[in-house]
């Protein structure tokens, strides 16, 4: 029998760890500290002696010695494949820069990336240099953000690399890594209270949690056993229709906010930790970095669908390592579970309807590396019905899943017949057939026999 924990969060002053331990990784110190190291197209890295900083500020270990001095255009960068010992365990990276003849220039932007070994997913930072001084760079890897479909691991990066938005010159030193019990690459349940609800007074924020799901709320009207419940149905259905994901590694995470404002803002507090600027949702639901969101409204209660449809791309996130930017699987999978546990009543009606009016679009443009449009929803769900249930598509479907995540894409163009053995073309006549099939149309009336019926005298 599944237990329920259930608990009020406080808010914790400072650092979630007491102390922390730095580990050196690059100081360039050695004879060959910079043979490693890879330039691309009009990018240069050369060792140099390193200026002291001024004053007495910032982290130890701090430049000295030697420092890596990179020369890069817009767009270049340049690539180290080595990657320091526990970085999946890590809490953040140190390291110092600096901006070489930068005084009084625009400031310029540099992405600090770990990249996978194929090189299609990746985690990044940006840091900005303004002047010449040495600056010092705490980042935080739970803070980081993805490039690509499939979501990175920290245990699988391979590769280094500083690549550069505008051409710079910019010098490297003292790479740290820093390791603290309890941080790491991940955001944990009390810091994303800190962020979600700040300043919200003791006792006021809920978290039910299990081993599948955790939803945290700051409004009192929700009913946490009642959400719990209909949780349970749902991870139920994902890993019956999903059997081939493993199971998250941690209980994806559902916010209810009791305040539509704060919804709205959420967004936003959670880029700002990230050096990012998020624009508010304009939508009732919504997913960042893995974090489902909705809010409270008394009129639709708590088994809001939306919660469950948001929650939903969460769980993808964690067990498919599927990024949620509002790509068509993501959505078909959500949108499909949704209906699955709150039916609509007109649904059938509606596919009818889209299809007899010539509203659905081609497969190619829906299952594109765009994000859909919430009036393409009806449309994604019958894709993903025929994709479960008619041959050779549901046998396949595991396949489909490994070929977005080896790609990196959403575009279905990309490796439909490695998942499916079938051309674009082929994929849409046979949903199309499907289609006729599951809502047929609307038989048209009878016709009439007017001799039978008319009570007009025969002509002639």
């Known amino acids: 029998m599944n237990r329920l924990f259930a608990w009020m969060l406080t808010a914790a002053a400072g650092s979630h760890w007491v102390s922390a331990e730095v580990r050196p990784w690059l100081d360039f110190e050695g004879s060959d500290a910079g043979a490693a190291w890879r330039a691309g197209r009009g990018a240069s890295v050369q060792v140099v002696e390193a200026v002291a900083p001024a004053g007495g500020g910032g982290p130890a270990p701090r430049p000295e010695g030697h420092a890596l001095r990179i020369s890069a255009g817009a767009g270049g960068g340049v690539l180290l494949s080595q990657v320091p010992d526990g970085l999946a365990q890590a809490c953040a990276i140190r390291l110092w820069l600096r901006r070489i003849g930068g005084q009084g220039a625009t400031p310029a932007e540099i992405e600090v990336q770990f990249i996978e070994p194929d090189g299609r997913s990746r985690f990044w930072r940006k840091v900005t240099l303004s002047n010449s001084e040495w600056e010092a760079f705490e980042l935080p890897l739970r803070f980081f953000r993805t490039t690509g479909a499939r979501l990175p691991e920290w245990r699988q990066v391979r590769h280094f690399s500083l690549y550069a938005r505008q051409a710079v010159t910019a010098e490297l030193d003292a790479v740290t890594v820093v390791c603290a019990e309890g941080c790491g690459p991940d955001i944990s349940l009390q810091e994303l209270r800190e962020i979600a609800f700040p300043g919200a007074p003791t006792g006021t924020v809920r978290l039910v949690r299990d081993a599948e799901s955790a939803v945290m ?37 559902l916010l209810v906010f009791a305040d539509r404002a704060q919804y709205r803002k959420f967004p936003g507090q959670l880029a ?104 393409d929803y009806w449309q994604l769900v019958t894709v993903f019905r025929m994709l479960k249930e008619r041959p050779p598509y549901a046998e396949r479907l595991p396949r489909l899943f490994e070929a977005v995540r080896a790609h990196s894409s959403f575009d279905l163009g990309l490796y439909v017949e490695e998942a499916f053995g079938v051309d674009l073309d082929r994929l849409e006549a046979d949903w199309r057939t499907f289609c006729e099939a599951t809502w047929p149309a609307a038989p048209a009336p009878a016709p009439v026999d007017s001799q039978a019926t008319s009570t007009a005298p025969p002509n002639g």
Request: hydrophobic share 45%.
């Open 272 to 375: 700002q930790r990230m050096g990012a600027i998020a624009a508010e949702p304009t939508t009732d639901g919504y997913t960042v970095a893995g974090v489902a969101t909705s809010f409270w409204d008394p009129q639709k209660g708590s088994l809001r669908p939306v919660y469950f449809h948001e929650f939903t791309h969460a769980w993808l996130a964690q067990a498919g390592g599927l990024a949620c930017e509002g790509h068509w699987l993501h959505e078909a999978v959500a949108s499909y579970l949704q209906l699955k546990l709150f039916p609509q009543p007109n649904f059938d009606a509606l596919v009818r309807s889209a299809l007899a009016s010539n509203a659905a679009r081609p497969l190619r443009e829906l299952c594109s590396a765009r994000p859909v449009n919430v009036r």
């Open 217 to 253: 709320t700051d409004c009192a009207e929700l009913d946490l056993a009642a959400i719990r419940t209909v949780m349970g149905q749902l991870t139920r259905e994902l890993r019956r229709l999903l059997p081939f994901l493993p199971a998250p590694a941690r209980p994806p995470v």
